[in-house]
């Protein structure tokens, strides 16, 4: 059955949202799982309502403006196990990370090289590693490799992680449905995928029919569209 993981974008240790890459834009989270966007007061209504796990990004931390929300984000991981992305370009920001958070995300974006990503997967245990795919415009989004899709289909092939997020950037926020060929062309993965990026209500049922483990839900969670246990 589908699980919906939650999802929380940090800024100064408050919840928030906005559209993405626009600071300016971001205000404190408004969600109806809490009287506040604490995240830790989120994290433990979003528990009491049969959250397993919570996808903090750091937006602090992945665009370099310090590392203040790290403490927060330890203090939510001993309510709600949580997939920590603060934009890891290497070996050493992984092993930092371990200590705050149960899962950390390896994506594409942010990714120094394969290297780096082949040293994180001979030293640590998959159990804490989720590598994320990132896609933008349908092309896979690295900014420091010269990889498309299917040459990193090939490393992932390689290193077989337990589990990958497949996340269409371009749908992030906007409620406008998954992104079906995209999904389609990680077949051989389904059974790793983690599914992000404009998931709407009506698609839940959707992606269980086809077998999706788990998705990643923001804005519809929120705002009461989606349920966590939808089914």
């Known amino acids: ?13 408050v919840a928030v949202s906005g559209k993405s890459g626009n600071r300016e834009t971001y205000t404190p989270l408004q969600t109806i799982y809490a009287s506040s ?3 830790l007061e989120i994290a433990l209504s979003l528990k009491s309502a049969g959250a397993k796990e919570m996808y903090i990004a750091d937006l602090d931390f992945i665009e370099r403006n310090g590392n203040n929300n790290i403490f927060k984000i330890k203090e939510v991981n001993s309510v709600l196990p949580v997939i920590l992305d603060v934009g890891v370009d290497k070996l050493e920001t992984f092993e ?12 594409t974006e942010t990714l120094e090289s394969i290297e780096e990503l082949g040293k994180i997967f001979e030293k640590y245990p998959k159990e804490r590693i989720i590598v994320s795919v990132d896609v933008k415009n ?5 900014k420091n490799m010269d990889l498309d ?32 060929p ?50």
């Open 149 to 180: 899709l299917e040459g990193f289909k090939e490393v992932l092939r390689r290193i077989d992680p337990n589990e990958i997020i497949l996340l269409d950037i371009s749908s992030v926020g906007t409620e406008g449905g998954f992104n079906k």
């Open 37 to 39: 966007s604490d995240p």
């Open 96 to 107: 930092f990370l371990l200590e705050f958070a149960y899962k950390i995300i390896v994506a």
């Open 1 to 13: 059955m589908l699980e919906i993981i939650p999802v929380i974008d940090l800024m100064n240790s």
């Open 182 to 231: 995209l999904l389609e062309s990680f077949e051989e993965f389904k059974d790793k995928i983690i599914l992000g990026g404009g998931i709407t209500p009506d698609e839940i049922s959707q992606l269980d029919a086809l077998g999706i483990r788990k998705a990643l839900v923001g804005t519809a969670l929120h705002k009461g569209q989606i349920r966590l246990n939808p089914f």
């Open 138 to 142: 349908n092309e896979l989004y690295a």
